[in-house]
C-alpha cells in the first residue's frame, strides 16, 4: 500500500490503488453509494406484490425511507444553521414519493459536498432540538452518523421487503464498489 505524501505523487498511486487521498473525496464516493443504495431501495419497495402493500409492515418500510431522506435534509439544514425544513418521522408515506424526497436530498448534499474541503469537515455547528436543547457538534461527525444511519434502516427496509415477498437487493458498499473498478470483484 502506498504511503500518500503530497497532493501530486501520493494522489496518483493512491488513486491507482483505489484508495482515496483526501476525505472529503472518501466521502463524496461515500455519497455516490449512497444514492445508488437509494434507488435500489426504493426498487425493493416497489418490488413488494400489490395484495402485501396494504400491511403495516409495508407502510412502516415506506416510512423508514422517508425517514432516511428526511434525516438527511434536516441535517443538512443544521449545519447549514437553518430549522430543518421536512418531518423526521413521516407517517404513511406514499411509496411514489420516495423519488422525489430522494432526489431534492441528494441534489442538496452534492452540492453541498462538491465544494467543501478537509478542514471544513471540521467544522462546527450549532442547532436547537426538537426538545430545545441547544447542541455543539461537526460536519464530518454528521456525515459519518448520517452513513451509518442509513445503513441500518436499509437493512430494516430490505427484512420487511423479503417478509413481505419482495426482491431484496443488496445495497451493502463492497458489491457497489465491485461494479465501479474491474480490478476488483470475482476473480474466477
Known amino acids: 500500500m502506498a504511503t500518500l505524501r503530497g497532493p501530486d505523487s501520493g494522489s496518483r498511486v493512491a488513486r491507482r490503488q483505489g484508495i482515496l487521498p483526501t476525505m472529503i473525496e472518501r466521502y463524496r464516493r461515500w455519497h455516490e453509494h449512497e444514492r445508488d443504495a437509494n434507488h435500489k431501495m426504493i426498487a425493493m419497495l416497489e418490488s413488494v406484490p400489490q395484495e402485501k402493500r396494504g400491511d403495516p409492515r409495508f407502510a412502516r418500510a415506506v416510512d423508514y425511507a422517508a425517514h432516511i431522506a428526511g434525516c438527511r435534509v434536516n441535517w443538512l439544514d443544521r449545519i447549514e444553521g437553518r430549522e430543518p425544513t421536512v418531518d423526521w418521522?413521516?407517517?404513511?408515506?406514499?411509496?411514489?414519493s420516495l423519488g422525489p424526497l430522494f432526489e431534492k436530498s441528494e441534489a442538496r448534499w452534492q452540492a453541498y459536498l462538491d465544494p467543501l474541503s478537509d478542514d471544513d469537515l471540521s467544522r462546527d455547528f450549532e442547532y436547537i432540538a426538537r426538545d430545545g436543547s441547544r447542541y455543539r457538534w461537526?460536519?464530518?461527525?454528521?456525515?459519518?452518523?448520517l452513513v451509518g444511519h442509513a445503513f441500518y434502516h436499509r437493512g430494516m427496509i430490505a427484512m420487511i421487503v423479503d417478509d413481505l415477498?419482495?426482491?431484496?437487493?443488496?445495497?451493502?458498499?463492497?458489491?457497489?464498489?465491485?461494479?465501479?473498478?474491474?480490478?476488483?470483484?470475482?476473480?474466477?
Open 89 to 96: 418521522f413521516s407517517e404513511n408515506t406514499p411509496l411514489e
Open 138 to 145: 461537526y460536519v464530518e461527525g454528521q456525515i459519518v452518523q
Open 165 to 188: 415477498g419482495g426482491v431484496k437487493v443488496d445495497t451493502d458498499y463492497l458489491f457497489w464498489a465491485f461494479d465501479q473498478d474491474e480490478r476488483y470483484g470475482r476473480i474466477d
